[in-house]
């Protein structure tokens, strides 16, 4: 059995920056390993993309496009303190990385 991380909802919008093009879409739910974007067309399976958050961006790869909307893997697991962040979650950080990674993002109830 494949392990499948566990997701969060949320409805962030968000910034994608693939080959010179920008998008704009909304996070729609949110895990430590990827993401799926809502409101975008024009991407393929493989696509090298930058997904900026306030405060930040992580590069990361398309894995799936369905009309509107795509799965993203991060580069990089994001860090606990960055995964709270964006679930808006209280954590133990700096005033500076609160601003930086939560301003503008809310959970879905």
Known sequence: MKYRS???PCDHPVKLVAGGRT??????????????????????????????LPGGAIDTEVRWVVPGRCGLRFD???LPAELAAVRGQAVRMSAGQRRAWGQGLRELP
């Open 6 to 8: 566990l997701r969060w």
């Open 76 to 78: 990089r697991p994001l």
């Open 23 to 52: 998008f704009a879409g909304t996070l729609r739910n949110v895990a430590d390993q990827g993401a799926m974007v809502v409101g975008v067309d024009g991407l393929a399976p493989g696509d090298r993309v930058r997904l900026s």
